[in-house]
């Protein structure tokens, strides 16, 4: 079976900027997208298909996806964008997540 | 836009089915799904259903464990078991799919409130 794997955690300094990564085989082959939780509350997307940010979301949310690494940068990183981070993509005939990433903004 | 139906406490062997409605008209062209997440632990991808004609895609983990329907008349989603277990305990979410290029890549884009389901042994 396919795998994402992500770092349990991350942290950086308010203002600095944060790399979560993503890793599968040959993961530059599919569209990746990534979701923001915060504690209590429904996830919410804020990448897809590897580099399209939704309407709303900050322009400071960007991301890439190069041979087997996918990765989110969020630049000049505010205390709102603490929580976990969830990379999914689909591999076959379904979708799947990564483990997730928990952002501790310092 | 997607509006769960409330928290649920079982008992293991019970059945439960709990739903999930929202963009009215719109109901039977979109694809939704469910997503399940364990007390402290992170998403995991269970099933996408197309209302116009029942399409169903399960994840391999969740193939024969649950059911996921719909009754388009109504534009309700539903998640059911026949026989709950412990290890359910979790907040299921739906949400609404979007193949990007459809049958190999897309994303959940809206997403509902999440619904508690509590299984006790």
């Known amino acids: 079976s396919y795998d994402l794997t992500q770092p349990p955690s991350v942290s950086v300094l308010p203002g600095q900027t944060a790399t979560i990564s993503c890793s599968g085989d040959?993961?530059?082959?599919?569209?990746v997208a990534w979701y923001h939780q915060k504690p209590g509350q429904s996830p919410v997307l804020v990448i897809y298909v590897d580099v399209q940010r939704p309407s709303g979301i900050p322009a400071r949310f960007s991301g890439s996806n190069s041979a087997n690494t996918a990765t989110l940068t969020i630049t000049g990183t505010q205390n709102v964008d603490e929580g976990d981070y969830y990379c999914?993509?689909?591999?076959?005939?379904?979708?799947?997540f990564g483990g997730g990433t928990r952002l501790t903004v310092l | 836009q997607l509006v769960q139906s409330g928290a649920e406490v079982k008992k293991a062997g019970e059945s439960l089915r709990i739903s999930c409605e929202g963009f009215?008209?719109?109901?039977?062209?979109?694809?939704i799904g469910w997503v399940r997440q364990r007390p402290g632990k992170g998403l995991e991808w269970m099933g996408i259903?197309?209302?116009?004609?029942?399409?169903?895609r399960y994840s391999p983990s969740f193939e024969g464990q649950v059911k996921i329907s719909v009754d388009k008349s109504i534009s309700v989603a539903y998640l059911q078991w026949s026989s709950l277990k412990a290890s359910d305990t979790a907040v299921y979410y739906c949400a609404k799919w979007e193949f990007w290029s459809y049958n190999s890549s897309g994303q959940f884009d809206s997403w509902g409130q999440g619904t508690r389901v509590t299984v006790s042994s």
């Open positions: 259903i197309f209302p116009g004609d029942s399409d169903t």
């Open positions: 999914q993509a689909w591999d076959k005939t379904a979708g799947l």
């Open positions: 040959n993961l530059a082959d599919k569209y």
């Open positions: 009215g008209d719109t109901f039977y062209n979109l694809w």
